[in-house]
T-cell receptor
Framework: NAGVTQTPKFRVLKTGQSMTLLCAQD?????MYWYRQDPGMGLRLIHY???????AKGEVPDGYNVSRLKKQNFLLGLESAAPSQTSVYFC??????????????FGSGTQLSVL | QQQVKQSPQSLIVQKGGISIINCAYE??????FPWYQQFPGKGPALLIA?????SEKKEGRFTISFNKSAKQFSLHIMDSQPGDSATYFC????????????FGTGTKLQVIP
């Protein structure tokens, strides 16, 4: 059971380049999330999805786009990367069921550097 | 707006000692307070959680103390071990929403032998 898998694990971009981070979960979770982790800032929610075909903005959505075409996948896109987007990105998922839905399952992260 | 304030930012504890991390929240709609543990190079993982209808929850060496009137909660790690060295995040959410968890800024714990 793989859980939440993120690809790639590391990436270096030049300012203005674009890229897509892929998150896949095999737990049949309804909810999926993208967070960024920065020193001294904790984890901040970028975008989230409550089901296939739906997405919503989180706390820091600017400069990012997402898509949830399949229930198991949640993609995070950077259209024109900026140095301020240098961060570690985490994908997470959770159940919808009210009895078990408070637990987030995280991937192992993508370390992104924008030069 | 930082809705969950966490302190200290870093903590060094000797093996066998007690590690204490404190958090305070502002939003009275929060009704679930988890703690996540993160080892280097890994994603956070749920460690322990509490609801505001109880003042304390204990799981092994880990205890959450909760003070609803003060809007504060804390994690106590008893008999701290080097294997407990990690970053700890407190968090809060309204479980009636879409799991939009608000995290604290994290505490890097180092347990020295």
């Amino acid at each position: 059971n793989a859980g939440v898998t993120q690809t790639p694990k590391f990436r270096v971009l030049k300012t203005g380049q674009s890229m897509t981070l892929l998150c896949a979960q095999d737990m049949n979770h309804e909810y999926m999330y993208w967070y960024r982790q920065d020193p001294g800032m904790g984890l901040r929610l970028i975008h989230y999805s409550v089901g296939e075909g739906t997405t919503a903005k989180g706390e820091v959505p600017d400069g990012y786009n997402v898509s949830r075409l399949k229930k198991q996948n949640f993609l995070l896109g950077l259209e024109s990367a900026a140095p301020s987007q240098t961060s570690v990105y985490f994908c997470a998922s959770s159940y919808q069921d009210s009895a078990t839905n408070e637990k987030l399952f995280f991937g192992s992260g993508t370390q992104l550097s924008v030069l | 707006q930082q809705q969950v304030k966490q302190s200290p930012q870093s903590l060094i504890v000797q093996k066998g000692g007690i590690s204490i991390i404190n958090c305070a929240y502002e939003n009275t709609a929060f009704d679930y307070f988890p703690w996540y543990q993160q080892f280097p190079g890994k994603g956070p993982a749920l460690l322990i959680a509490i609801r505001p209808d109880v003042s304390e929850k204990k799981e092994g060496r880990f205890t959450i103390s909760f003070n609803k009137s003060a809007k504060q909660f804390s994690l106590h790690i008893m008999d701290s071990q080097p294997g407990d060295s990690a970053t700890y995040f407190c968090a809060a959410l309204n479980s009636g929403g879409y799991q939009k968890v608000t995290f604290g800024t994290g505490t890097k714990l180092q347990v020295i032998p």
